[in-house]
């Protein structure tokens, strides 16, 4: 199974900060790799598909890159809205794993 | 607008069993493989398992194999969860999700983009 894991576990900012997690996968998925966002109590959401492309209707402030086995999501201004977990996932193999989660916190 | 409405949880004894139910509306159900993805208290998400779209593959992560089936009713719009031999350890919010899969040029990905509110099932003495 491919193993993804998340950097940092948890993220303090501020509003209007910029903001980069990481997600690494143990072995290479191409861009086969999702970003979803959930709130407490609530279904995830998901931000960004293939790496880099924006779902319809998610804020441009968002934005994901990598290839390989290395990604990225960057919010570029946060929002009072924007703070919750998120979680990276592989869409390459079966299981389609997730990463273990990054909670992002007001400073 | 997609729907995806789950039901069935609860609390139940450890080896006892749960049916968990999925309704879908807004979308055509039988064009899309759906999975459950399950989170325990103050964790992550962990995917249990797919089926597709017209019910002849199944997959199950190996933590639930042999434990849990997962079937599907195109007629009725609805993907259901059998979960026998229950353990503590399966005590988590379970959710449906519809697998989409989108094509960016050469490259179609999968991504789960549509989910359920989720359901609550607990298991303990």
């Known amino acids: 199974d491919i193993q993804m894991t998340q950097s940092p576990s948890s993220l303090s900012a501020s509003v209007g900060d910029r903001v980069t997690i990481t997600c690494r996968a143990s072995q290479s998925i191409s861009r086969h790799l999702n970003w979803y966002q959930q709130k407490p109590g609530k279904a995830p959401k998901v931000l960004i598909y293939a790496a880099s492309s924006l779902e319809g209707g998610v804020p441009s402030r968002f934005s994901g890159s990598g290839s390989g086995t290395d990604f990225t999501l960057t919010i570029s201004s946060l929002q009072p809205e924007d703070f919750a977990t998120y979680y990276c996932q592989q869409s390459y193999s079966t299981p389609p794993g997730f990463g273990q989660g990054t909670r992002l916190e007001i400073k | 607008q997609v729907h995806l409405v789950e039901s069935g949880g609860g609390l139940v004894k450890p080896g006892g069993s749960l049916r968990l139910s999925c309704e879908a509306s807004?979308?055509?159900?039988?064009?899309?493989?759906m999975s459950w993805v399950r989170q325990a208290p103050g964790r992550g998400l962990e995917w249990i398992s797919y089926?597709?779209?017209?019910?002849?593959?199944?997959y199950y992560a190996d933590f639930v194999k042999g434990r849990f089936t997962i079937s599907r009713d195109n007629a009725k719009k609805s993907v259901s969860l059998q979960m026998n031999n229950l353990r503590a350890d399966d005590t988590a919010v379970y959710f449906c999700?519809?697998?989409?899969?989108?094509?960016?040029?050469?490259?179609?990905?999968?991504?789960?983009?549509?989910w359920g509110q989720g359901t609550l099932v607990t298991v303990s003495s």
């Open positions: 999700a519809r697998d989409a899969a989108k094509r960016i040029g050469m490259m179609t990905v999968d991504l789960f983009d549509y």
């Open positions: 807004g979308f055509t159900f039988s064009d899309y493989y």
């Open positions: 089926i597709s779209s017209t019910g002849s593959d199944t």
